[in-house]
T-cell receptor
């Protein structure tokens, strides 16, 4: 079953603008991760935020987590054409001996040069 | 760098054929996963394995089986391929960590069943 739901489904912006993508989930999580997928390729991990963290930065990426609202946002600042890709949130609801991630359906980001 | 290698990038198979998708990782990871990805549905977990010879069903295991005889290799088997199994298949691996796993993906295998 899919846990994370991204919003919007598609986003088109001009190079240099900021891109904000949102993810909502239903059940308690241990951490939330964002992944990126270039067209026709595998997914690449971008950033992880733990349930006891509220905000995290990595380069031009900023992730926030609001566990009371069960939501997260990924902000890409000063976007570039090379940021064009699909972005997925994944939730880790580990309860047993091991954990597995559940992915959302993804957001397609297009950055126009 | 972690490398997850899927043996076939593109395959075309006939309905009813038995299909093997092979995946090898070079980082001694305990966990390995098979996902399928379809437009509008995102990634869905088929099977995963947390140790050699161990396997657990994911969200959509019907029509698939898996094999993990060696730690580095995880195979997805379509016993009798059907057209609704046309999809992109993604293999992934991660280390044995209770939480905070980063999953490393292969490049994907595009399977068309005709």
């Amino acid at each position: 079953s899919q846990q994370g739901e991204e919003d919007p489904q598609a986003l088109s912006i001009q190079e240099g603008e900021n891109a904000t993508m949102n993810c909502s989930y239903k059940t308690s999580i241990n951490n939330l991760q964002w992944y990126r997928q270039n067209s026709g390729r595998g997914l690449v991990h971008l950033i992880l935020i733990r349930s006891n963290e509220r905000e995290k930065h990595s380069g031009r990426l900023r992730v926030t987590l609001d566990t009371s609202k069960k939501s997260s946002s990924l902000l890409i600042t000063a976007s570039r054409a090379a940021d064009t890709a699909s972005y997925f949130c994944a939730t880790d609801s580990y309860t047993g001996a091991n954990s597995k991630l559940t992915f959302g359906k993804g957001i397609t980001l297009s950055v126009r040069p | 760098d972690v490398k997850v290698t899927q043996s076939s990038r593109y395959l075309v198979k006939r309905t009813g054929e038995k299909v093997f998708l092979e995946c090898v990782q070079d980082m001694d990871h305990e966990n390995m996963f098979w996902y399928r990805q379809d437009p509008g549905l995102g990634l869905r977990l088929i099977y995963f394995s947390y140790d050699v010879k161990m396997k657990e069903k994911g969200d959509i295991p019907e029509g698939y089986s898996v094999s993990r005889e060696k730690k580095e290799r995880f195979s997805l088997i379509l016993e009798s391929a059907s057209t609704n199994q046309t999809s992109m298949y993604l293999c992934a691996s991660s280390p044995w960590i209770n939480s905070g796993n980063t999953i490393y993906f292969g490049e994907g295998s595009w399977l068309t069943v005709v």
